[in-house]
T-cell receptor, first 112, second 115 residues
Framework: GNSVTQMEGPVTLSEEAFLTINCTYT??????LFWYVQYPGEGLQLLLK?????DKGSNKGFEATYRKETTSFHLEKGSVQVSDSAVYFC???????????FGSGTQLTVLP | NAGVTQTPKFQVLKTGQSMTLQCAQD?????MYWYRQDPGMGLRLIYY???????DKGEVPNGYNVSRLNKREFSLRLESAAPSQTSVYFC??????????????FGSGTQLSVL
C-alpha cells in the first residue's frame, strides 16, 4: 500500500548547522512529493513540492530532490535558524487513491 | 484573507456526547478535507469532499460523519464521542481533488479531548 516513512525525531540543532530529515515512500506509480511544515499552534503549510523524478523543490533555503531509484525525498537546509523550529511532514499524493498520505512528522528544535 | 477557518479551537466532551466541528474556506476551492493528528502517527484522512455535493471516506472514517453544506463549508460530526477520538482535527482545502496533487491550505486546528 501507500506509505511515507520519515526520520524519527526530535532533532535538536544549533543555529547555522546543516539539516537533513530523511523521507522514503512506497506507492504505485510516480506520486507527487511534498514537505509541509507546522509551526507551533498553527496548521500545516506547504514548504516545497516535486512532481516528477529528479525534480528539486526549494523554498526558504530548504531543498529536496525526488529520487525515484531510492524512493526518497530527503529535506535539507545548509544553515538552520531558530525560526525554523517546527514539525516537518513528508507526504505523497497518490493518483490512484486521490489523497495525500503523510509521514509521522519530525520535530526540529534549533537552539541559538 | 481568512483562508480556512475552523471552530471551535478547543473542546472537551464526555464520552457519548455529540458535537460538530465547523470549517469554512473563502478561497473558492472545490475540495475540502478533514484530518486528525495523533502523536507519532502524522495526519490521517477522515473524510474528504472532492467537490460540492460529494463526500468520500478516507483512511479513518469510523465514528464520524460529514456534510458539505455548500462550496464554502464542510462540517465534521461526532455522534457519540469516544476517548479514542481525542485528537487534533484539521480542516483543509484545495482547488481541485485530482491530478498531480494540489497544494492544501490548512486551518489552525481543533484540540478535542474526550473524557
Amino acid at each position: 500500500g501507500n506509505s511515507v516513512t520519515q526520520m524519527e525525531g526530535p532533532v535538536t540543532l544549533s543555529e547555522e548547522a546543516f539539516l537533513t530529515i530523511n523521507c522514503t515512500y512506497t506507492a504505485t506509480g510516480y506520486p507527487s512529493l511534498f514537505w509541509y511544515v507546522q509551526y507551533p499552534g498553527e496548521g500545516l503549510q506547504l514548504l516545497l513540492k516535486a512532481t516528477k523524478a529528479d525534480d528539486k523543490g526549494s523554498n526558504k533555503g530548504f531543498e529536496a530532490t525526488y529520487r525515484k531509484e531510492t524512493t526518497s525525498f530527503h529535506l535539507e537546509k545548509g544553515s538552520v535558524q531558530v525560526s525554523d523550529s517546527a514539525v516537518y511532514f513528508c507526504a505523497h499524493f497518490s493518483g490512484s487513491a486521490r489523497q495525500l498520505t503523510f509521514g509521522s512528522g519530525t520535530q526540529l528544535t534549533v537552539l541559538p | 484573507n481568512a483562508g480556512v477557518t475552523q471552530t471551535p479551537k478547543f473542546q472537551v466532551l464526555k464520552t457519548g456526547q455529540s458535537m460538530t466541528l465547523q470549517c469554512a474556506q473563502d478561497m473558492n476551492h472545490n475540495s475540502m478535507y478533514w484530518y486528525r493528528q495523533d502523536p507519532g502517527m502524522g495526519l490521517r484522512l477522515i473524510y474528504y469532499s472532492a467537490s460540492e455535493g460529494t463526500t468520500d471516506k478516507g483512511e479513518v472514517p469510523n465514528g464520524y460523519n460529514v456534510s458539505r453544506l455548500n462550496k464554502r463549508e464542510f462540517s465534521l460530526r461526532l455522534e457519540s464521542a469516544a476517548p479514542s477520538q481525542t485528537s487534533v482535527y484539521f480542516c483543509a482545502s484545495s482547488e481541485a481533488g485530482g491530478g498531480s496533487g494540489e497544494k492544501l491550505f490548512f486551518g489552525s486546528g481543533t484540540q478535542l479531548s474526550v473524557l
